[in-house]
């Protein structure tokens, strides 16, 4: 039996695993953590899309997290905008998800022990050499691990992606910084599922109610210039709100009561993102996930894409027996689109930037268009490449289609 050795255990890892074990191989997955990746505390929304290829999996509903069906807009002054579906419902009435980090990452590697997968933890991969016959993984604990195939799940930071290229990646800079929290205690309009978003005077604020009458948030505000790692260090976190405060001080909306009541911030965080990665494969290992195409979270697709890729990676591996040919037919499946979507991100990035008058009255008067009562129905269709895409399990894939070079 092909055997997958699967680096990271984030989202795209496990969820490449289970398509993997779906598909006749035997995958083995390798997380560095005991805990999961960084950013453990956070939440994020499960587009549509990406639950639908979840779900093609047979994995069932998520469990843990709500549902999130729409969001409203608003500009800074409070002036209410349209209300627009977080794309359409599935046939069954799922709906978008939040859940956080934590709780999506133990569901996708609990789905995968009990389908029998073999899950290591504390296993850092710091090596790969593709060998006469199969790929060697080697892990920072001086251990070592023999495959078929290697699968790069293991997040923006990827040593895989350097094993496949040792070229110097450089990340996209997207201009602005995001924080969030959750925020008890505290009453403000809000209705449970609705994402309540706001382009602020000088930053972007969202919150969302959860059942349990929990403020769920999370905002970003415009620094041109890109941080170095000192400088974010050098933010302490009651400077950090301070900071927050200040921005969202001028804007009519609830954001100034959210952040006081709120305990724990996130540190602040700069988005980046990577565009173009020349180089997805080679004969045996490749990417999947943020290691290939981490998108901006302005978009909120970042976790789609990463399952959308691993059920597509499945399909590959189980209809076309030759591992170099099955790698090159994912990367070619995938390319167009998660580039497509990574520039949609970039879009939604400079659409949050408040950056000077000028700017903000463009962005609010392109705001006012496309998300005006009679205008965002047309928004709506235009979203439907992204939140319509689905991807049957069960369509055989075809190996001769032409080739497209990585
Ligand atoms: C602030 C923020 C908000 C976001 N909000 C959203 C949102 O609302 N919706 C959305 O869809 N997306 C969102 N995203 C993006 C989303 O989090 C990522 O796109 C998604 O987690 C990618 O999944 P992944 O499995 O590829 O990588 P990750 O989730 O990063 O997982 C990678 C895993 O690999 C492990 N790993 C790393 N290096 C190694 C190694 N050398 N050896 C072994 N294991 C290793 C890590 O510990 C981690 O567990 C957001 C991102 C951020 C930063």
């Not at 929304?45 to 998520?62: C, E, P, R």
């Amino acid at each position: 039996m092909t055997k997958a050795l699967i680096i990271g255990g984030g989202v795209a890892g496990p969820t490449s695993a289970i398509a993997l074990e779906k598909a006749g191989i035997e995958p083995v997955v390798y997380e560095a953590y005991d805990r999961g990746a960084d950013g453990i505390g956070q939440n994020l929304v499960l587009a549509v899309n990406g639950y639908s290829a979840l779900l093609a999996l047979g994995t069932g509903h998520l469990k843990a997290g709500f549902d999130v069906p729409r969001y409203r807009f608003h500009l800074g002054t409070g002036k209410k905008l349209a209300q627009v579906l977080n794309g359409d419902p599935l046939p069954d009435g799922t709906v978008g998800r939040a859940i956080t980090r934590s709780d999506l990452y133990t569901t996708l590697r609990d789905r995968a022990i009990e389908r029998g997968i073999e899950v290591n933890f504390g296993k850092r991969l710091v090596d790969a050499k593709v060998t006469a016959d199969g790929v060697t993984a080697y892990f920072e604990d001086g251990s070592q691990a023999e495959g078929d195939v290697l699968i790069g799940a293991d997040g923006m930071h990827s040593v895989t992606r350097k094993v496949i290229d040792p070229a110097k990646l450089t990340f996209r800079y997207g201009r602005l910084w995001t924080t969030g929290g959750y925020a008890t205690g505290v009453s403000v309009p809000s209705h449970t599922g609705t994402e309540f978003m706001y382009l602020g005077k000088r930053g972007f604020f969202c919150h969302i109610l959860d059942d349990e009458g929990r403020i769920w948030w999370y905002a970003s505000i415009t620094r041109p210039e890109e941080p170095t790692s000192q400088q974010l260090a050098a933010i302490s976190p009651e400077d950090w709100r301070q900071q927050l405060i200040d921005t969202f001080s001028v804007d009519e909306s609830a954001a100034v009561d959210i952040i006081k009541a709120t305990e724990s911030i996130w540190p602040p965080r700069p988005i980046q993102d990577i565009p173009h990665l020349p180089t997805w494969r080679n004969e045996r290992m490749a990417v999947i996930g943020d290691a290939c195409h981490a998108v901006s979270p302005s978009a909120g697709q970042g976790v789609s894409m990463a399952i959308e890729d691993s059920v597509v990676l499945g399909k590959c591996m189980r209809d076309i027996p030759d591992i170099a040919a099955a790698l090159e037919r994912y990367e070619q499946i995938r390319r167009e689109r998660v580039e497509k979507v990574v520039a949609f991100g970039k879009q939604c990035s400079r659409t949050l930037e408040a950056n000077g008058t000028v700017r903000r009255v463009g962005r609010d008067l392109f705001a006012r268009l496309a998300f005006g009562e009679k205008t965002s129905a047309k928004g709506h269709e235009s979203m439907r490449w992204l939140y319509d895409h689905r991807i049957d399990w069960d369509e055989h894939v075809d190996a001769s289609t032409g080739s497209r070079t990585a």
